[in-house]
């Protein structure tokens, strides 16, 4: 295991304690942006940007090789994106949801370390390797904070489901169009790589289901201009799709030689 991979505890926690400290001195709620809030919250997602750009720079390649890796840069977006939105709508509920779920893939992190060298398999050695995992890290978390909206608009039994669909929209159509990016890269890469764009792949065909389930969304939504509670079930339905994806897929037995999963 690298240093300055052991470093990660000392910046995932000074993240942390950045993220909670500006919710926990949050302004009064009449204020619409709270400083404290934006404060925190901007200043720990640099400090996850910081030791990302020092774990790429010691390890020279990409840190996006392993689950880990992908953690660490999802819990970088989802924390990007809740400082984002909160400065668009300016609901505290979803930028304090955003960062905890932040937080948790922080905690992950270093409860679970793995260990890390510099090696990059010769596939992985492509224009597009990078663009690939960028645009599905940032499809990944947006998709989870329309997921985090549907959630809570479903649980709270007051809850404005009107409000919450046409939030949740904003957030999936964008979610939606870095998740095509995602696709269209990785058949680039494919083509490039094996000869191939498209191999039904267990990681691909579900990558497609993925897609299809967000695209059903979509298609419900453009059928019905009255919000709904079905709608918000699709969209929480969809993001468990979406972790069977990203974690789910390499532990299936029709996966065990899939060029697709994490390297450890």
Same mark, same amino acid.
């Given at each position: 295991?690298t240093t300055?991979w052991?470093n ?6 000074a993240?942390i304690?950045?993220w909670?400290?500006?919710i926990?001195?949050?302004?009064n709620e009449k204020i619409?942006?709270s400083?404290p809030?934006i ?9 996850l940007?910081l030791f990302i750009?020092m774990?790429w720079?010691?390890l020279e390649r990409p840190?996006m090789?392993t689950l ?7 819990a970088?977006?989802?924390?990007f994106i ?5 400065l668009?709508?300016k609901?505290k ?7 905890l779920?932040a937080?948790?893939?922080?905690v992950?992190?270093i409860l679970n ?5 510099k090696s990059l398999m ?6 597009w390797?990078?663009? *690939? %995992?960028?645009v599905?890290?940032i499809?990944? $978390? ?5 997921f985090i #909206? @549907?959630l809570?608009? =479903? ?9 919450a669909v046409?939030?949740a929209d904003n ?10 990016l995602?696709l269209?890269?990785?058949?680039l890469?494919?083509k ?5 764009y498209?191999?039904?792949?267990p990681?691909?065909?579900w ?5 299809a389930?967000?695209l059903?969304?979509i *298609? %419900?939504?453009?059928l019905?201009?009255q919000p $709904?509670k079905k709608?918000?079930?699709i969209? #929480? @339905?969809a993001?468990? =799709?979406l972790?069977?994806?990203w974690f789910?897929v390499q ?6 030689n899939?060029?697709h999963?994490?390297?450890?």
């Amino acid at each position: 295991m690298t240093t300055v991979w052991l470093n990660f505890e000392i910046f995932g926690t000074a993240a942390i304690i950045l993220w909670f400290a500006g919710i926990l001195f949050k302004n009064n709620e009449k204020i619409s942006v709270s400083k404290p809030l934006i404060i925190g919250g901007i200043t720990g997602t640099l400090v996850l940007g910081l030791f990302i750009t020092m774990l790429w720079t010691y390890l020279e390649r990409p840190p996006m090789r392993t689950l880990a890796e992908t953690r660490l840069w999802y819990a970088f977006f989802l924390s990007f994106i809740g400082n984002i939105m909160y400065l668009r709508w300016k609901y505290k509920w979803f930028y304090i949801y955003m960062q905890l779920l932040a937080a948790v893939f922080i905690v992950i992190n270093i409860l679970n370390p793995e260990t890390y060298n510099k090696s990059l398999m010769p596939a992985l050695q492509s224009v597009w390797f990078i663009p *690939h %995992v960028v645009v599905y890290i940032i499809a990944y $978390s947006f998709l989870a904070a329309s997921f985090i #909206v @549907s959630l809570r608009a =479903l649980v709270k039994s007051k809850a404005n489901i009107k409000k919450a669909v046409n939030l949740a929209d904003n957030i999936v159509y964008i979610g939606f169009g870095f998740l095509t990016l995602g696709l269209l890269f990785g058949a680039l890469w494919a083509k490039k790589a094996w000869g191939h764009y498209w191999t039904w792949d267990p990681k691909e065909t579900w990558a497609f289901i993925t897609w299809a389930a967000y695209l059903i969304y979509i *298609h %419900v939504r453009s059928l019905s201009a009255q919000p $709904s509670k079905k709608q918000l079930i699709i969209l #929480v @339905s969809a993001f468990l =799709l979406l972790l069977i994806c990203w974690f789910g897929v390499q532990y299936l037995p029709s996966a065990v030689n899939s060029v697709h999963n994490y390297a450890y």
